[in-house]
């Protein structure tokens, strides 16, 4: 009996280790095939995420390859901007210079402006001037024509032989008539042409109605071109005198003391030696010609009145110019 219970302890102890060792096995298995798919299901999870992660690594990549490309647009837009930007500003610049040079020229065309029209009202002044001179020079040219139509006609038919330039109303005389060759003192043919000649002369000339006209009447003396120059100027200067001289000596009986008086206040003498010679057909030297003595007759303000028209007639064009 002892060893029956024995026994049936001893079973019942083995029995009780027995299901308590499977019951450890299997827990222990439960816990192995928790741990398992635990891990499975981790791996699993890990390598979705994994995945996940690679796609979005991926898609990051190409959203930075994107924005990378995105910036080197804008980096070129940028620039483009930038040299858009200093292009603009470099035109700013250069419509501000040019605003600054039109401004100044419209300043200078205004400056040009307001000269024009001073130079329109001075040149307006001159011609005035001009048409006003003008017309006193056409009065003075009138009186010399006239005066030389009176000398003409005085001496076209006397015996004389003297012809009365158209142009100027200058006479020339004959030296030979009135001088011995390279002498000065008057021969008795040269004082008998003289006493013909002056009262005709002077008669025209001191007339009433050219007297204020005439400012100057001028002996000149003229020489061939023989010899040197002084020795010529000496000899027409000493032959212009001596006509002169017998003008108003008191030996001249042709004249009367009212026209010897009015001689005074205008006659002159003067020698030109051989500086204005008369040339012949050929363009030599005509000897016998040269040596003569010209009385001619100057206007009052003639010279300066032709000297003034030219100078106003060279403005004028000067601004028309």
């Known amino acids: 009996m002892r060893m029956r219970r024995r026994h049936r302890k001893q079973d019942e102890e083995t029995t009780y280790w027995l299901s308590y060792s499977d019951m450890m096995a299997g827990l222990l298995l439960t816990f192995v095939l928790i ?21 979005k690594t991926a898609a990051l990549d190409d959203e930075k390859t994107t924005v990378l490309a995105q910036q080197a647009i804008l980096d070129k837009q940028a620039a483009a901007l930038s040299d858009q930007a200093e292009k603009l500003k470099a035109q700013a610049d250069q419509l501000a210079t040019q605003e600054s040079v039109v401004d100044e020229q419209k300043a200078a065309l205004s400056a040009q402006q307001q000269q024009l029209a001073a130079q329109h009202e001075l040149l307006d002044q001159l011609q005035a001037a001009m048409a006003a001179q003008q017309e006193q020079l056409d009065n003075i040219i009138g009186v010399r024509q006239d005066l030389i139509q009176a000398l003409k006609k005085e001496f076209e038919d006397s015996d004389l032989s003297i012809e009365v330039d158209e142009k100027t109303g200058a006479i020339a005389m004959d030296s030979s008539v009135l001088f011995e060759l390279n002498k000065s003192e008057l021969k008795d043919s040269g004082k008998e042409f003289l006493d013909a000649f002056l009262p005709r002369y ?90 003569r003595v010209e009385i001619l007759f100057r206007l009052k303000d003639e010279e300066m009145i032709r000297k003034m028209v030219e100078i106003l007639n060279s403005e004028a064009k000067e601004e028309e110019e």
């Open 35 to 55: 741990i398992a798919l635990t891990s499975l299901h981790a791996s699993v999870r890990y390598d979705q995420k994994q995945e996940e992660l690679s796609a």
């Open 202 to 291: 002077v008669s025209i000339l001191l007339a009433p109605e050219y007297r204020d006209y005439v400012s100057e009447i001028m002996i000149e003396g003229h020489t061939d071109t023989q010899g040197t120059y002084l020795f010529n100027l000496s000899l027409s200067q000493e032959r212009a005198y001596s006509v002169a001289e017998y003008c108003l000596s008191d030996t001249n009986n042709v004249l009367t003391k009212e026209q010897k008086s009015a001689l005074e206040g205008v006659l002159a003498a003067d020698g030109r030696s051989y500086s204005s010679p008369v040339l012949d057909e050929d363009g030599e030297v005509d000897a016998d010609a040269s040596r």
